[in-house]
C-alpha cells in the first residue's frame, strides 16, 4: 500500500491512500457518493456498474506486458476433451492467487450445471500453491485441467516449453476481457487533478522506484483509455452479464 502512494506522490505531485478491502459494487458506490475520488477495477466489473452509474468514467487503463487479458483451460495432449463441458465430473485444478477474471470465465461455462458453480460441475476443485506445479500436474497426469491466465502461461511456456508443447494444449478458445481500467465518477474530481494523473500515470513506468510495485502488480504501464473500450466493455457484458441479484445484495443505498 504505502508503495503506490509514495508513487503516486512522485508521479503527480498528488497525496493519495490506496484502500483495498471494498469490493467492486462497494467502491462505486463510494465514488457515487463521494466518499471515494478514484477507483480501480476490473474490466468486467466496470462493465457490470456503468449501467447502473453511468457517470462512471475511464481515467486510464493498467496492462501487461503481454496487452492481454484472457483466460485459458488447460489439459494433457492426451485428453480427448473438446470443450470445457466435456470436463464435467473431471478435477480441476485454480491454483491460488487465480484471476477474477479466469473464475468469472470458468463460472460461465459451469452455468448449464443444475447448481451452476464450479465445485458442482467437477469431481474436484483443487488450489495448488503454485500455477507452475498445477499445470505440471497437467502435463504428467494427475490433474485433468487447469485454470490460467496469459501471464501465467506465457511464463510457463518460457521456462518450461519444451514440457508444454509436449504434454499440453489450450482447450477450446481463450476468452479475453478488458484490461482493468481506473475509473472516477463524472464531476466529482476537478479537471485539473484529472490530467495531473493522466500524465503521472502514463510515465510512471519509466520511473526506477516503480519497477518493483509494476512487477509485484504483474503490469506493464498504465495507458489512455482505447478509443475502442466501450466496444469492448459492452462485448464483455454481453458474455459475462451481471450475476442475477448481484446489485441488489452487495450495494446498499
Request: charged residues 25%.
Amino acid at each position: 500500500v504505502q508503495p503506490f502512494s509514495d508513487l503516486m506522490k512522485q508521479t503527480t505531485g498528488l497525496d493519495g491512500k490506496l484502500l483495498y478491502k471494498d469490493n467492486a459494487f462497494e467502491v462505486a458506490r463510494k465514488l457515487d457518493k463521494g466518499e471515494l475520488q478514484v477507483g480501480v477495477l476490473h474490466g468486467h466489473e466496470y462493465a457490470w456498474l456503468k449501467e447502473k452509474y453511468p457517470k462512471l468514467v475511464p481515467l486510464m487503463v493498467a496492462v501487461n506486458v503481454h496487452r492481454d487479458v484472457s483466460a485459458f483451460v488447460i489439459v494433457n495432449k492426451n485428453n480427448p476433451a473438446k470443450t470445457i463441458s466435456d470436463l464435467r465430473g473431471k478435477t480441476l485444478d485454480m491454483p491460488e492467487g487465480t484471476k477474477e477474471h479466469c473464475r468469472i470465465f470458468m463460472e460461465k461455462h459451469c452455468a448449464d450445471n443444475a447448481q451452476q458453480n464450479t465445485k458442482s460441475f467437477f469431481k474436484t476443485v483443487s488450489k495448488s500453491k503454485s500455477a507452475i506445479q498445477a499445470i505440471d500436474n497437467v502435463a504428467f497426469g494427475k490433474s485433468d485441467a487447469v485454470l490460467i491466465d496469459t501471464i501465467t502461461l506465457e511464463f510457463y511456456k518460457e521456462i518450461k516449453g519444451p514440457a508444454f508443447s509436449n504434454f499440453c494444449r489450450v482447450l477450446g478458445q481463450p476468452r479475453t476481457f478488458p484490461p482493468p481500467v481506473i475509473v472516477y465518477m463524472e464531476g466529482g474530481v476537478n479537471a485539473q487533478v484529472l490530467d495531473k494523473m493522466r500524465d503521472g500515470l502514463n510515465n510512471a513506468h519509466k520511473l526506477d522506484d516503480a519497477q518493483d510495485l509494476f512487477k509485484m502488480w504483474q503490469l506493464d504501464r498504465f495507458l489512455p483509455v482505447p478509443n475502442d473500450y466501450s466496444k469492448t466493455i459492452a462485448e464483455s457484458l454481453k458474455a459475462y452479464p451481471l450475476p442475477a441479484g448481484a446489485l441488489k445484495t452487495q450495494v446498499m443505498e
